[in-house]
């Protein structure tokens, strides 16, 4: 196990257009969460899911970000009408099973709308 | 949210230095972790901790929950220790709440 991936790396995009960044967490995890991170802050929780079930979607900045894990796998967020605003980093992290056990993140990606 | 606030926001170190970095956290939490964020970004796992106390290597981490603080040591301190280190602080495993970090450098 390579541990939680994330696709693409880096993200260049129009304001405007809409993206979709993709995480593949360890394998054996049933909790996947999204984070982004701004410059000189700490991760800012987005949503997270159990199994496929997204138990916790309040948190995510605006209806222009969505998030999904179809089969309970793999997870997509999406972030329509890009705003300059949305530059960021979007980590994204899993952890196995429920209660308090700890989560392990992937390398990110970094998006820089132009 | 649980407020968490780290201490110092930023530190110098000559290499074979040692430190100390706080995290206080606002409320009880039943998850504590340490990361290292590398260069590229990456969120790197020290210590999952949320009581008691660990080591490895070079490092060492204590938290005492009910006082709601935990402090991470870096002994011996090399330039790859450089970085910025974050403590996150979670309840009932739905989300961690991260503090600003505080950002090292071990200069040679």
């Known amino acids: 196990d390579t541990g939680v991936s994330q696709d693409p790396r880096h993200k260049i995009t129009k304001r405007g257009q809409n993206v979709t960044f993709r995480c593949d967490p360890i394998?054996?995890?049933?909790?996947l969460y999204w984070y982004r991170q701004t410059l000189g802050q700490g991760p800012e929780f987005l949503t997270y899911f159990q199994n496929e079930a997204q138990l916790e979607k309040s948190r995510l900045l605006s209806d222009r970000f969505s998030a999904e894990r179809p089969k309970g796998s793999f997870s997509t967020l999406e972030i329509q009408r890009t705003e300059q605003g949305d530059s960021a980093m979007y980590l994204c992290a899993s952890s196995e099973g429920q209660g308090y056990t700890e989560a392990f993140f992937g390398q990110g990606t970094r998006l820089t709308v132009v | 949210g649980i407020q968490v606030e780290q201490s110092p926001p930023d530190l110098i170190l000559q290499e074979g230095a040692n430190s100390t970095l706080r995290c206080n956290f606002s409320?009880?939490?039943?998850?504590l972790q340490w990361f290292h964020q590398n260069p590229w970004g990456q969120l790197i796992n020290l210590f999952y901790i949320p009581s008691g106390t660990k080591q490895n290597g070079r490092l060492s981490a204590t938290t005492v929950a009910t006082e709601r603080y935990s402090l991470l040591y870096i002994s011996s301190s090399q330039t790859t220790d450089s970085g910025v280190y974050f403590c996150a602080v979670g309840r009932y495993g739905n989300q961690f709440y991260f503090g600003t970090g505080t950002s090292l450098t071990v200069i040679p």
């Open positions: 394998s054996e995890h049933n909790r």
């Open positions: 409320d009880s939490v039943n998850n």
